[in-house]
């Protein structure tokens, strides 16, 4: 079956220091990728998606490319805020099951 | 447009009672997904419905069932509360609930069960 992988947070780091959070998935075919965010007492947020294999997602100064070699979707961004803690989420969906299949979370901690 | 509305926001139910949780999608959206978030077991999962028709399901037990009204409302019903039915219940909608489609998330339903 789908499977997502996330690294293990929390990740705490200071302001202005370059992100990434790795992801790295088993799917059959060709799954759509994508990373929300959940800030405290919130729902899921949608960051960015990629649907096809090189695309890269991008939005708020955040980045992900779809790597189908290496069945990754790492998450990125050169400077991140305070304003950035919350947990992330990887997550998948294929095209026949229009389920989104789940990674188990990453908490960022950003320090001012 | 408004988003994705999810009411009550919180429920204190009691173990053997049952519970109705309900989801407005964005206006246009006519697929509506259910997931289960936990500490334990992460996000799950529930249904999917597009149409008034049920297209997907998790892995849950017969407890768990949901339905889609004519203007895309939907809701989900728990029976027979158990205490691990305690978490966080998230409604998401999409334009047509296809693979690439972006899904929108409510704010959630938090239910405790005593």
């Known amino acids: 079956g789908n499977s997502v992988t996330q690294m293990e947070g929390p990740v705490t780091l200071s302001e202005e220091a370059f992100l990434t959070i790795n992801c790295t998935y088993t799917a059959t075919g060709y799954p759509s990728l994508f990373w929300y965010v959940q800030y405290p007492g919130e729902g899921l947020q949608l960051l960015l998606k990629?649907?096809?294999?090189?695309d890269k997602g991008s939005n708020k100064g955040f980045e992900a490319t779809y790597r189908k070699e290496t069945t990754s979707f790492h998450l990125e961004k050169g400077s991140v805020q305070v304003s950035d803690s919350a947990v992330y989420f990887c997550?998948?969906?294929?095209?026949?099951?229009?389920?989104?299949?789940f990674g188990s979370g990453t908490r960022l901690q950003v320090q001012p | 447009k408004a988003g994705v509305t999810q009411t009550p926001r919180y429920l204190i139910k009691t173990r053997g009672q049952q519970v109705t949780l309900s989801c407005s999608p964005i206006s246009g959206h006519r697929s509506v997904s259910w997931y289960q978030q936990t500490p334990g077991q992460g996000l799950q999962f529930l249904f999917e419905?597009?149409?008034?028709?049920?297209?997907n399901k998790g892995n849950f037990p017969g407890r768990f069932s949901g339905r889609q009204f004519s203007n895309s409302r939907s809701e989900m019903n728990v029976s027979t509360l158990e205490l691990g039915d305690s978490a966080l219940y998230l409604c998401?909608?999409?334009?047509?609930?296809?693979?690439?489609?972006?899904?929108?998330f409510g704010p959630g339903t938090r239910l405790t069960v005593t």
């Open positions: 419905y597009f149409s008034e028709t049920q297209r």
């Open positions: 990629a649907t096809k294999a090189d």
């Open positions: 998401a909608s999409s334009e047509l609930g296809q693979a690439g489609d972006e899904q929108y």
């Open positions: 997550a998948l969906m294929d095209t026949g099951r229009r389920a989104l299949t």
